[in-house]
């Protein structure tokens, strides 16, 4: 099993506020992804990140794959209640299996 | 496409009976994953198949979990007998041929509550 940690575990925070949410691993992936998963609901991928340095914007959200492919991280900028979720990183191994990190619920109160 | 479908979304069931979760993945789709989500553990790989061909089981926790694709359209997770520490949230995932950029297609889970 390779193990993605991602940290902080939980985060609350106020709208309007930034955030950054970090996923590492001693492990160098093929590409990694980040997934969003609300309530009751399956993740819904966000962003794949392939290139080592990497820097990937979708509105608000920015994403980095580090140099060696071992870490990403995603940064929130004026957090809103809608991006509240659980977000996952995701390492795809040359094996074609998808490993998830342990997640970090993030909460962005009104 | 209606997406990946699960079934059942919730299932109670007694300790020691057996339990069969079902996946319909996206069609077209070559590659099917089973995972298991808990607080404790977080998102858990079980098996994936290629082209309906298990290629890795080493994420299934006992000889109690099993699992089959006799095709390309339908997959079955098996537990028996099942136990309270297997009461989790179940996921199957669908995903197209190899590909970096490609990515996993979730359905909406099985939550499965074993007393």
């Known amino acids: 099993t390779q193990l993605l940690e991602q940290s902080p575990q939980f985060l609350s925070i106020q709208e309007g506020e930034n955030l950054t949410v970090y996923c590492n691993s001693s492990?160098?992936?093929?590409?990694l992804q980040w997934y969003r998963q609300e309530p009751g609901e399956g993740p819904v991928l966000l962003v794949t990140v392939v290139t080592g340095g990497e820097v990937k914007k979708l509105k608000r959200l920015t994403f980095q794959f580090g140099d060696a492919r071992k870490d990403s991280s995603l940064h929130i900028t004026a957090a809103q209640p809608g991006d509240t979720g659980l977000y996952l990183c995701a390492g795809r191994s040359s094996g074609n299996q998808f490993y998830f990190g342990t997640g970090t619920s993030l909460t962005v109160i009104p | 496409d209606a997406g990946v479908i699960q079934s059942p979304r919730h299932e109670v069931t007694e300790m020691g009976q057996e339990v069969t979760l079902r996946c319909k993945p996206i069609s077209g789709h070559d590659y099917l994953f089973w995972y298991r989500q808990t607080m404790m553990r977080g998102l858990e790989l079980l098996i994936y198949?290629?082209?309906?061909?298990?290629?890795?089981d080493s994420g299934m926790p006992e000889d109690r979990f099993s699992a089959k694709m006799p095709n390309a359209s339908f997959s079955t997770l098996k537990i028996q007998p099942s136990e309270p520490r297997d009461s989790a949230v179940y996921f199957c995932a669908s995903s197209p041929r190899q590909g970096w950029g490609t990515e996993a297609f979730f359905g909406q889970g099985t939550r499965l509550t074993v007393v």
């Open positions: 198949f290629n082209n309906n061909v298990p290629i890795d």
């Open positions: 492990s160098v992936f093929s590409s």
